[in-house]
């Protein structure tokens, strides 16, 4: 890690402001950024997700060289792709309703412990993943998670945070097929019978610790595949899910788990990937991942 001078930095704020909620944070992030001596060249609050990508272009074309986002996981993911070889610094308040990217890189979930991490913080070169051209930031899912979070309604998210994915997994849960899947590495051809994959960059997704090998620097993605064959292997899963949440490491012999670098995922039907809360590409597809690529704010202890 490096120790960063901010002072000397051309600072913007971008913020998903799509929600009320989100607005309302971003008045209160520009109060506390202001409070704390951090000076902001840019503060823009994007009311409609599609112009985000635009806006962050247009910092960096003004000479922006930092991007303090404000928003969740997808909003993270979408704009960590543009510091790709721009010597961009980024920095992250967690408005999300899982904030697993923040989780995994050890921010503080509250927005004035976000800030006082950017205040005195230092910056991390992490790693990002990448499928099908696709970069993510944490993880991408294959699978019962990705149905979950396609039916999950994005007021009802808001109102009630993680447990509103509860009575909607086990919904799905019951209605869900197992599928077959291949994954080619290096090392060989693997085949499984499964009912969710997990691909993990970070170790969070939906704000439980999934993969807890994963590692942010370390060159390597963590590939989870969670066998099925019958009703007892979709309990397995749902329990696995449950104690997960309290943050317990289970070890369970109905999870295959590889360590990889690159990897081709193909499956017996045609499968959505979620990556980092979006379903934007399908299998078949290859996963890689690009080392330390993005350069990011984190508390000054090293982080996992």
């Not at 499984?192 to 999934?210: D, P, S, T, V």
Request: charged share 20%; hydrophobic share 45%; glycine share 8%.
């Amino acid at each position: 890690m490096t120790n960063i001078d901010i002072n000397t930095k051309k600072i913007a704020l971008i913020v998903n402001g799509k929600s009320q909620r989100g607005r309302k944070l971003f008045k209160h992030a520009k109060n506390l950024l202001l409070s704390n001596e951090i000076q902001v060249t840019m503060a823009i609050c994007v009311r409609k997700p599609k112009e985000i990508n635009k806006t962050v272009k247009d910092c960096i074309a003004s000479g922006i060289n930092m991007i303090i986002i404000g928003g969740g996981d997808g909003t993270i993911s979408s704009i960590l792709e543009f510091g790709l070889d721009k010597k961009i610094v980024f920095a992250v308040l967690p408005l999300g309703t899982s904030n697993s990217f923040a989780r995994s890189i050890e921010i503080p979930l509250d927005l004035e412990g976000a800030v006082m991490v950017i205040k005195s913080g230092a910056t991390k070169q992490i790693d990002l993943g990448c499928i099908n051209d696709n970069y993510f930031a944490n993880t991408a899912s294959i699978g019962l998670s990705v149905e979950i979070n396609k039916s999950v309604n994005n007021d009802f998210k808001r109102n009630f945070g993680r447990i509103a994915y509860l009575p909607l997994a086990i919904w799905n849960l019951v209605n869900f097929q197992p599928f077959g899947v291949t994954i080619t590495t290096p090392t060989g051809v693997s085949k499984y019978k499964c009912i969710e994959m997990l691909i993990a960059n970070g170790q969070f997704q939906g704000g439980i610790a999934l993969a807890v090998d994963a590692k942010l620097g370390s060159g390597k993605l963590i590939l989870k595949i969670f066998l099925c064959n019958n009703w007892r292997d979709k309990l397995n899963l749902l329990g696995y899910w449950f104690m997960s949440l309290f943050r317990h490491n289970i070890r369970n012999k109905r999870i295959k788990q590889f360590i990889f670098d690159n990897a081709k995922i193909e499956t017996d039907v045609t499968m959505y990937i979620d990556i980092d809360g979006e379903a934007i590409t399908k299998t078949p597809i290859n996963v890689s991942v690009v080392e330390k690529i993005v350069s990011i704010i984190v508390p000054s202890q090293s982080i996992k």
